[in-house]
C-alpha cells in the first residue's frame, strides 16, 4: 500500500478506482454506475501507465464517442500533467472513433489504395436523395432522412446491403419504408459514391476501411501497432460492431485495453449501439482486471436513491448487470414530484423554478431542463422567455429554427395572403391551421420513420399552441397568430453559455449539473408512443426508455424536479396519466400528486400602460405597453442606462443581455422606477437581479429625474 500511496495517479481516488488505475497492463474493464467516477478513473490510469514508464504519452490512444468528451478528456489530462509526474500527458490522443480514423487513413492511404483520391462526405442526403429517386421513392426531405439513418445503422451493423432485408427481420426492426426499398436505396447510394473523379468516403466508410487496411496489409498493421501500444474507451456500452471491428484492428493480438461504461446506460440501441462486448470482456479477456464503481461521487443520497429505484424496476440481461449505487455527498432536498393540468401550466411552473432557483443563488449554466423529444423544448422557451431567463438547446436548434417550423409558418403566411378564404377567426382557426399543416407531414397516425415522427410532433405543437393562444384571445385570426408567432421567435434570447440547458436525455448523457428538471414524464412520451403501440408493447424498446429516464436522474447534483401534465393543451379533455415509470415512485406524502400551478404569464398579463388593450407576446408584456403604442423615452435616461449595462457586462465578463435585455431596459427607462418594488412590477426582473443591479438602477433613474 506505501507505494501506492505515494503515487500522485490516484490522489483523491477511492480503493476499487485505485484498483482499476493501478492494474498492471492488459486488459481492463470498469462496470460501474452513473457518478461513480468512470472518466475520473482512465484519465488517472493513463496518468499512471504513462508515469511508471510502462507506456509513452504518445503511444496511448483514448477514445470517446462525442468530440466534446474527446475535448474534456484532453482538458482533465492536461490537468494532471500539470499535478503528476507526467508532464507530457498533452501528448496522449483522445478522439471519437471517426476523428482517429480520418487521421489514420489520411496516412495510410496511398500505401494501401494507391493514387486514387478520396474526399471526404460529409452532407450525405444528396447522395441518398437521388439514389432514392433511382430506386423509386419519393425524395422528399424526410424520408431522405429516414433512408440515410437508416443506411447508417446498417453499416454500423457491419450489414452489406444484400444482408440487409434478413438482419432487418433477424433485429426485429422496422425500416421506415420497405426492407427491399431500403435495400436498393442503400446499394444504390454505394455505387453513387464511387465516381469516376474519385472516391467519395462517408464517415463510416472511414472506420471500414481504416479497419480494412490494418487488416489486409501486414506492413500497415505493423507500423501502426508500433506507433499506438496502449487504448482506453469511455462510454463502451455505446459501441457498435463496426467500431468494435476497428478496436479490434488497432489491438491485434494484443490486449492493452482499458475500457468503461454503464450497461444500463445504453440508449443508443437504434444506431446500432450494444453492450454486448461490454458484458462479454471478461469472458474475451479472462484474465482482465474486472472492478466494479458503487460509490456515487455526483449526487446526493436523496437523488441516488431515487436512481436505484428507478433502475430497479428494470427487466432483462442488461438489467442483470446494475449494481446499487451508494450516494458519497452530504444529503440534499429530496426530489419534487409535480402533476399539472396541462402542458403550459407544467412549463410555466418550471419556468418559475427555475426563477426560484437562479434567485436562491444557483447559477443559471448549472440548470438543465430535460425532455424526451425535441418538439418538447417549445413549451420551454417560451415559459423562460417570458421570465427572461436566457436558456440555450444544447444538440438542437431552438424551436423557431428548426426547418419544419420554418416552412410551416411560410405556409401560414402564404395562407394569410390568399383571397379566396374567408376570414377565420375564433375556433376555426384551429381547423384551419390543422388544414395548412396536414401537407406538410402533420399525418394522423404516427408515422414509421424517426424523422417523420419529429416533424409531425413539432407540427402538433403548432396546433397547440394555436389552441393555448385561443384560450386567451377567443377572436384570434390568422393575422393575430401569425403576429404572436413572429413575436414569440423576435423575444428569444440569442444562445449562450450562460444561460439555462435545454436538452433532450439523448444529449445529455455523460454531463451533470446542480439542478435537473425532468418533464412530460407521461406515458406515450417517456416511455415514447411506438413502443407502446398496436397493443403488443416492444419490451426490448420499454426498456430503454426506462434506461433514459435513469441517465436522467442521474445527471443531477442536488436539486431534481420530475414533472407531467394530464393534458397536452389547456383545451384538451384529461387523456395522459403520468409515466409508468414512476409507478411506486411518487411519495404519497408528495404534494406533488396534484400541484396547483401558478397562472401562466399570458393569463395575469396586465393591459397596456397606453392603450390598455391586452398584450399579446412576449416583448409587449416585458414592455408593459403595445409594441406599436409610443411612450416618450428620454434619450439621456436611456444613453446612461446603455452606459452602465456595457460597463456592467465587461466588469462581469458576460454578455450585456445577460445583465438586462434590451426590452427590459426600454421599460427601465419609459417606467422610471424610484424604488425597488416599482424595479419588480418590471418582468425580467427577480430577486437576483434586484439585488446585483437594483440600486445602481435606482441611482441612475434618480441622478436622472433630480436633473431634470
Ligand atoms: P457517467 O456514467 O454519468 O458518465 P462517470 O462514472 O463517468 O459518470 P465521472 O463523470 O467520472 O462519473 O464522475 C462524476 C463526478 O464525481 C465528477 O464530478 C467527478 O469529478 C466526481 N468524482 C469521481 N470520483 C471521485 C472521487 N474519488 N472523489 C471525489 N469526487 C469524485
Ligand atoms: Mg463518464
Redesign the pocket.
Known sequence: MRAEAVSPAIA???PE?SAAVLAPRGPVCVL?G???????TITHRIAHLVAGGHVAAGQVLAVTFTSRAAGEMRHRLAALGATAAAPDLGQVQARTFHAAALRQLRYFWPQVVGDVPWQLLDRKYPVVSQAARLAGLSNAADNVRDLASEIEWAKASLVAPEDYAAAVARHRRTPPVAAAKVEAVYAGYEQLKNGSAGVLLDFDDLLLHTAAALEGHPAVAEEFRDRYRSFVVD?YQDVTPLQQRVLDAWLGDRDDLTVVG?AN?TIYSFTGASPHQLLNFSRRFPEATVVRLERD??STPQVVTLANRVIDAARGRIAGTRLKLVGQRPPGPEPVFAEYPDEPAEAAAVAEAVSGLIDSGVAAAEIAVLFRVNAQSEAYEQALTERAIAYQVRGGETFFHRTEVRQAVEALRRTATRDDLPEVAGAGLVSLVTAVLVPLGLTKDEPAGDRARERRAALAALVQLTEDLLGVFPDLDLAGLLRELAARADARHPPTVQGVTLASLHAAK?L?WDAVFLVGLADGTLPIAHVLQDGAVDEAGLEEERRLLYVGV?RARVHLRLSWALARGENVRKTRRRSRFLQGLVPDSSPASRIAAPEPVGRRRPGCRVCGAPLLDAKSTLLGRCVGCVVEVDPDLFAALQQWRQDTARDLKMPAFVVFSDNTLTAIAEQQPLDERALVAIPGIGATKLSRFGADVVRIVTKHQNRR
Do not use: H, I
Not at 452513473?34 to 475520473?40: L, Y
Open positions: 483523491g481516488l477511492d478506482q460501474a452513473a457518478g461513480t467516477g468512470k472518466t475520473r462510454e454503464d446506460q461521487y455526483r455523460g451533470e442521474t
